[in-house]
């Protein structure tokens, strides 16, 4: 089995450009941005997806997210808005399997795509589904 990056980066073994670390999370320069500025947020704590995270490390992501996005905005660089993205899966995008979210500056212009076919769903749809996933939630 490879080695986690992310793991690798907390350690200290593997060089990144910190921007924040406390406790709970390390949050760092992605190396491929898709703008400059560009920032995930990683636990310490090694966890494949999100629903590995308890209500505390999704607190403390959540927390220096914020913290980030605040920074970003006043640090100089371009930054007109900021994206949080998390790709939990395969599926869903995600390349690294460690839980980590991006913390992305955005500007009119930016070149960063994001894509949703949009389609309407009915209500009854819709409440269908909703009770599918309230019946799946955890205690």
Request: hydrophobic share 50%; net charge neutral.
């Amino acid at each position: 089995m490879r080695a986690c990056v992310f793991c690798e980066i907390i350690a200290g073994r593997k060089a990144a450009s910190v921007v924040h670390a406390d406790d709970s999370v390390v949050a760092i320069l992605d190396h491929k941005p898709a703008t400059v500025g560009h920032v995930l947020v990683i636990p310490r704590v090694h966890m494949a997806g999100l629903a590995d995270a308890d209500d505390a490390v999704g607190t403390a992501i959540w927390r220096a997210a914020r913290r980030v996005s605040a920074a970003l905005r006043a640090s100089g660089l371009r930054c007109d808005g900021v994206r949080l993205s998390l790709a939990d899966g395969e599926a869903a995008g995600q390349d690294v399997f460690h839980l980590h979210l991006h913390v992305l500056p955005r500007y009119p212009g930016d070149g960063v795509v994001v894509a949703a076919d949009g389609k309407k769903r009915s209500r009854d749809l819709l409440d269908q589904d909703a009770a599918l996933i309230r019946a799946a939630l955890p205690g």
